[in-house]
């Protein structure tokens, strides 16, 4: 089930939905005055504060916010799985905090890791939800049927759920949700972690839920773009509500002071150039230009660019990203991020290849997970390894790592041979992981000294190097903080500084940003680019189709192999456009995906 990159989910179809649901309609979700905070490390946090808003029925309302916001701590109360410390709300008429299980007998909450069984195969899994949920057996072949047929499963019923692809469990775990029909849906973050592919589907589920059921549907992301799908938008932030309105409303509070620049200079510095413009509040890569938001409405005129050198602005239309960033930005964090400083800078030149990849394979019985692939990275470049789930990425990835082994082929990272010396290369190897991987009962400053030591640091050195990572990120006043306790975006600072302890000459991201906010994206990018510019090497798998714009050079995989390969811009000259705007990665990579699906099934 491929969408082509003009397909109708560009534009969201709950508009007609909402245009036709009168106002005196009774609300599927209110709450009124809702408060909740958190007893954490003998502080008390306050997740929401004086929460009030009416979740209009028959159609997708949008909750959006930072991490830390209180997204997931609205969703959970609003399923009856928390009690407010103040307030009161009620989810299709029913008191949630008085009757929380007549509410979870008619609502369906898909929370942000769904507890797939995955030994237990698609039918039993989904045997087991029905089972919990009070399901007939004799209503559930039909319902498994329409679920399963709806999200493309159909054939993978006797398949175990540990075998799906990502974007395939997040479907399962949605079915398994829906196998009693609930009237309201609660969904956290339901796309994180998934390819554009599957996002598409994923919401073409929701849409048909919404349209073909009359289903109230409740759904926070981290994906801006997914705002502007919805209807309504609830934007929450430090436990407050900053507004409440359709996307396009929060759109065109920044109408005009939204450009796109141009000039002669690398995008990475073009970037960096603009953001140090005080007229500038955000500047964004987007290809070989430079997306920015202004402070004001002013023509944008660079004044931090070099005075010969010629520029371009062009006025573009602003979108709900641009609000998102305009209003928070400066509210959380200073405009300009402290760059990381390494103390060591290899010597290897511009050009020279770093990782080579040579008809590289693994196999896992008869199965060839990455068939013939082949490839160079370059000193100080960043290259993207991108795919759809079950492309090959994450195995070729973690070959490159050396935490896999290698079936056939050649590799070699930083001049080590990756079939001979994997143990020697780890150690010129730096790597983060998707998920948080440090350890979680221990303080900030613990993981740093436990993997300092790992990593072979001693004495002054060693002293200085974890000096270092807490003030290059900022993690001083969290130093005795249990890492698990961080806010996501400090997880994520943490993560790269003990990637970055020894000091690698090749950094592996392995979809470093997942989960994680655009404000938090932001300033991991720019420390990422300010790695390559004093020469680091960067291997980043990412399913942000906007994060592939910060590459220098990409790959796309299919089937275990490499379908296309080339700069951003040849990616997307690769692909015939979209009428009335500019092509976007997410349309190159779509098109790619389908040209290669049409290519197979010969149609």
């Not at 399901?135 to 039909?142: C, F, K, L, T």
């Not at 709900?320 to 964090?333: G, M, N």
Request: net charge neutral; with cysteine; glycine share 8%.
């Amino acid at each position: 089930m491929v969408w082509s990159a003009a397909s109708p989910l560009d534009v969201c179809p709950t508009d007609a939905v909402a245009s036709g649901v009168a106002p005196e309609q009774t609300p599927a979700l209110v709450l009124e005055q809702v408060t909740k905070t958190f007893a954490i490390e003998k502080k008390r946090i306050t997740a929401l504060d004086g929460v009030s808003c009416a979740i209009r029925p028959r159609m997708v309302t949008g909750l959006i916010g930072p991490d830390g916001a209180g997204k997931t701590t609205l969703m959970r109360l609003c399923a009856g799985l928390l009690t407010p410390d103040q307030g009161s709300l009620r989810a299709l008429e029913i008191d949630v905090v008085r009757e929380p299980l007549a509410v979870q007998a008619r609502i369906g909450y898909m929370p942000q890791r769904f507890g797939l069984y995955e030994d237990l195969t698609v039918r039993e899994n989904l045997d087991l939800y029905a089972d919990l949920q009070g399901v007939e057996a004799a209503a559930r072949p039909e319902r498994y049927r329409s679920l399963l047929a709806m999200a493309g499963l159909e054939g993978f019923g006797g398949r175990l759920a540990g075998r799906l692809s990502g974007g395939m469990k997040q479907k399962l775990g949605l079915v398994c949700t829906l196998v009693r029909p609930p009237q309201l849906l609660l969904l956290d973050e339901p796309t994180v972690g998934v390819d554009p592919v599957s996002r598409r589907e994923l919401w073409q589920i929701v849409y048909h839920l919404v349209e073909a059921e009359g289903m109230s549907v409740l759904l926070s992301t981290a994906y801006l773009d997914e705002a502007e799908r919805c209807a309504e938008v609830v934007l929450i932030h430090r436990g407050r509500i900053l507004g409440h309105d359709r996307p396009q409303n929060f759109s065109h509070q920044v109408a005009g002071r939204t450009w796109l620049v141009r000039a002669d200079l690398p995008k990475r510095q073009l970037q960096r150039e603009l953001s140090r413009d005080p007229a500038v509040q955000d500047a964004l890569i987007l290809g070989t230009a430079i997306r920015v938001v202004s402070r004001d409405r002013t023509p944008l005129h660079p004044r931090t660019l070099p005075a010969a050198l010629p520029f371009e602005v062009t006025p573009v239309p602003s979108r709900f990203e641009d609000f998102f960033i305009a209003t928070l930005k400066d509210d959380d964090r200073s405009p300009d991020t402290r760059p990381i400083a390494l103390r060591q800078v290899n010597g290897r030149t511009n050009g020279e290849d770093v990782i080579t990849v040579d008809h590289l394979v693994r196999r896992f019985g008869d199965f060839y997970a990455v068939d013939q692939v082949s490839f160079r990275v370059r000193h100080g470049e960043i290259f993207g390894l991108l795919g759809a789930n079950g492309a090959g990425k994450t195995t070729t990835f973690r070959m490159l790592c050396g935490l896999l082994p290698i079936s056939a082929g050649a590799c070699t990272v930083a001049g080590m041979n990756l079939r001979t010396a994997a143990a020697a290369a780890r150690t010129r190897i730096g790597y983060m992981a998707q998920k948080f991987s440090l350890y979680g009962n221990l303080t900030v400053l613990h993981n740093l000294k436990f993997f300092s030591s790992a990593y072979g640091l001693k004495g002054a050195h060693r002293t200085r190097q974890i000096e270092w990572a807490l003030h290059t990120f900022d993690l001083e006043p969290f130093a005795a903080t249990e890492s698990q306790s961080l806010p996501l975006g400090f997880k994520q600072r943490l993560a790269l500084a003990v990637a970055l302890m020894h000091e690698p000459e090749v950094l592996f991201l392995d979809e470093p940003t997942s989960g994680v906010d655009p404000l938090a994206r932001r300033e991991f990018w720019a420390q990422i680019n300010s790695l390559a510019d004093q020469g680091v090497t960067v291997l980043v798998t990412t399913h942000f189709m906007e994060e592939a714009e910060y590459c220098d050079r990409l790959v796309i995989m299919a089937d275990g192999r490499v379908l296309a390969e080339g700069t951003p811009a040849e990616m997307k000259a690769l692909h015939n456009g979209v009428q009335e705007r500019e092509t976007t990665m997410e349309d190159a990579f779509i098109g790619l995906l389908e040209a290669h699906q049409s290519a197979r099934t010969g149609a």
